[in-house]
């Protein structure tokens, strides 16, 4: 079976695993349909965790191939993982000074990027679909690799686009349930926490692409990607987990998303 996935299109594969971590996103967010308010402990659980799955994917599914792809260069075999994981971070800092946006249990007056008259759930919706950006665009480097005819890369493909998908699921619930909050109808919730996703099939289409047209260049677009989802981390889901209390409960919720990525990537790739 997995042969016979290796030989369809990488760019094809990478819009199939885009649209799977969308529709992840927008099962989750359908949970507003059923809950009014998201407790905040379980919400910092369910930031906690994405960050886990995030770090894990970052190392495993993508630094780890980048450094692998490059062995031929001996002890300089770092440098593509080390030059695309720094341009990874100043994309996503561009992105963050680009686009007016408001991390979710942010006063308003904390909003960030350029100056705007845009509503409060706008800028909240914007700074999670700026979180998702890495993600796609990670999935679609990893699909993109297929073009080598590895299977082993197919797989590690896989296991990253299912542990991506598995943190949508909460995270979904984690923007359209606080939008109901902030007033939105049920329905206009779950249109703007799935719509927060949609960046994810074209960032992984784009991310295939350039993968597949310029091949020398996988290593370092891994690490681009992982680079960009570890400042998505830093600067936005460790924060956020931990502003409201219940630390500990974000912390080992960030453990066990790690573990579990890991087990995966290691057991699976």
Known sequence: MFHQLASLNPILL??????FTWGCTALGASLVFFFKNLNTKMANVMLGFAAGVMIAASFWSLLSPAIELSSGLGKLSFIPALVGFLLGGVFLRLVDRLIPHLHFGFPEVEKEGPKTKLRKII????????HNIPEGAAV????GA??????????AALVLAFGIGIQNFPEGAAVSIPLRGEGLSRGKSFWYGQLSAVVEPIFAV????LVVVVSPVLPYALAFAAGAMIFVVIEELIPESQREGSTDLATAATMIGFAIMMTLDVALG
């Open 146 to 155: 297929v073009v080598t005819g590895n299977t082993e890369a197919l797989i």
């Open 206 to 209: 784009i991310g295939a692409f």
């Open 14 to 19: 990478a819009l199939i695993a885009g649209l």
């Open 140 to 143: 679609g480097v990893a699909f």
């Open 123 to 130: 800028l909240l919706v914007l700074s999670i679909t700026i």
